[in-house]
């Protein structure tokens, strides 16, 4: 079974660090890009981060662009998202997503609260 388990989310303080994890299972993790996504409480999904498989280049959402830092471990199977200097619109769920034989997989999520 294909499967995404993100973890480490919590409440910060504003101006705080987390390390977020994406656990990746069923399938060769280092052969596909890699995402990340977030949806705050009452709007849509906004992509933050992407990884490439390839030659494992990123790219970042302009909003989190020189604070969040995505990565991964490949003999490992997960993705990090570190993300630092965080401030109250960083609240949301944050997941992590690939496309995997057309379909779109994404895991259940954690949750990111910051505030003081």
């Known amino acids: 079974e294909v499967q995404l388990v993100e973890s480490g989310g919590g409440l910060v303080q504003p101006g705080g660090s987390l390390r977020l994890s994406c656990a990746a299972s069923g399938f060769t993790f280092g052969s596909y890009d890699m995402s990340c996504v977030r949806q705050a409480p009452g709007k849509g999904p ?16 302009n909003s989190v662009k020189g604070r969040f830092t995505i990565s991964r471990d490949n003999a490992k199977n997960t993705l990090y998202l570190q993300m630092n200097s965080l401030k109250p619109e960083d609240t949301a769920v944050y997941y992590c997503k690939t496309t995997y034989q057309g379909r779109m997989i994404r895991g259940q999520g954690t949750q990111v609260t910051v505030s003081s």
């Open 46 to 61: 906004e992509w933050v981060s992407i990884m490439y498989s390839g030659d494992s280049s990123t790219n970042y959402a």
